[in-house]
């Protein structure tokens, strides 16, 4: 056991150590000894983990949504707005500290994927995991997929905007274009759910 907590700790250390040089410097221009000195290990220690910078980059983009993710996803399921708004804040204000990398994640481009991409892959992936559309109507599941891969890129759209503001963080319009990305997007699905019910009502 202390072994296994050992390793989780070394692979965080080395997300760690990856975000904090993104904070300062391109994609491209990080290397690995760079990142297991940061992480105070060595570069054979690191491919024990990782098998090349790309896959670690990855897995930090995997964490970062994560980190996020469920917390908002507990508060809305919640309905509690306040708390929400508060974490909104939160938010914002570690997105400010780490502002430089965050930028840099979402521009990264290489051969076999991009950092904007992943993260909408990602936010898409812990939507469908979290089963948010419970329907056993293929119809409507089918829309409901569809919506969730529209509002994924629609976020990641959003985040980008947010770090290439020069103005810095503007937290109520961040919090206003997720909502209504979310809520128009979602109640559109079911006004035409309804338009088509209605449609039908009449034609009998």
């Given at each position: 056991m202390r072994r296994l907590a050992s390793s989780i700790g070394t692979a965080e250390?080395?997300?760690q150590a990856f975000f904090s040089c993104l904070n300062e410097k391109e994609y491209c221009d990080i290397t690995i000894a760079e990142l297991s000195g940061r992480a105070a290990i060595n570069r054979t220690t690191f491919y024990l983990f990782y098998e090349s910078k790309d896959e670690c980059f990855r897995e930090l983009c995997f964490s970062l949504v994560d980190q996020w993710f469920q917390r908002f996803f507990d508060l809305?399921?919640?309905k509690n707005v306040e708390a929400e708004k508060k974490l909104f804040y939160q938010l914002l204000l570690w997105a400010e500290q780490w502002r430089?990398?965050?930028k840099r994640i979402l521009l990264v481009r290489t051969e076999s994927f991009d950092g904007f991409t992943?993260?909408?892959e990602e936010v898409e992936r812990k939507m469908k995991a979290q089963d948010v559309f419970r329907t056993e109507d293929e119809k409507k599941r089918k829309k409901?997929?569809?919506f969730i891969k529209v509002y994924s890129v629609g976020l990641a759209s959003i985040v980008q905007w947010l770090f290439n503001e020069v103005d810095g963080f503007d937290a109520d319009a961040f919090r206003t274009m997720i909502e209504?990305?979310?809520?128009q997007g979602y109640y559109s699905i079911l006004d035409d759910d309804r338009n088509q019910s209605t449609g039908k009502d009449k034609m009998s």
């Open positions: 250390k080395l997300k809305n399921i919640a430089p990398a965050l992943l993260f909408a409901y997929d569809l209504r990305l979310r809520y």
